[in-house]
């Protein structure tokens, strides 16, 4: 089973491999289930059970535009073979002078995590995210299960990045750019296509 942290994994490509001042904002995404494909069948013997991807919601009142991007991507995910799992923005009072920003996502994942190992869903999970806040969750499940729980990241000249446990080995599958180029989604869902 793979979990993505859609926007942590995001931004994690575009700081390994692009310039977040120059090159366009589709720059940086990736098709989840490419990836999770990719990861698995690194490791022989193993099987992908199921392949989630959480992620922060524009409010459709305040961000039409984002948010009828964000349904096409999330349609293009589950048309993949994705679950996504989504929790609106929050807006702070300043808006839109300053920006939304994603309320409880990393809670959503860090449940699952918990829960999916304690209910022995599959033998080991992979979580794509470099967010410290699920640290306590991978922690709970390494003291409490024989679930395994491993990582992945984004290895590139800009930047390399993983989440990591105090005194703890965490597999981590490092994903460089000839992997990225595998697994790139070069879609602008602002305007519903390539």
Known sequence: MVLFDAQNFYRGARR??????SDPARYGQFWPRAVADLVITRDE???LSEVRAYTGRPDRTKDARGSAAHERQSAAWA???VAVRWRLLSYPRDWPRSRP?????DVAIATDIVSLSLRRVCDV???ASADTDLQPAIEEVRLRTDIRVEVAGWWGEGARQRLSLAGSNLWCHW???DDYEQVRDDTDYTRGRT
Do not use: C, N
């Not at 390994?16 to 001042?21: K, L």
């Open 175 to 177: 994903l460089r750019r």
């Open 125 to 127: 999970i992979v979580v």
């Open 16 to 21: 390994a491999f692009f310039d977040d001042r």
């Open 45 to 47: 013997g193993r099987h």
């Open 79 to 81: 048309e993949s073979g």
């Open 101 to 105: 920003r994603e309320k409880g996502v």
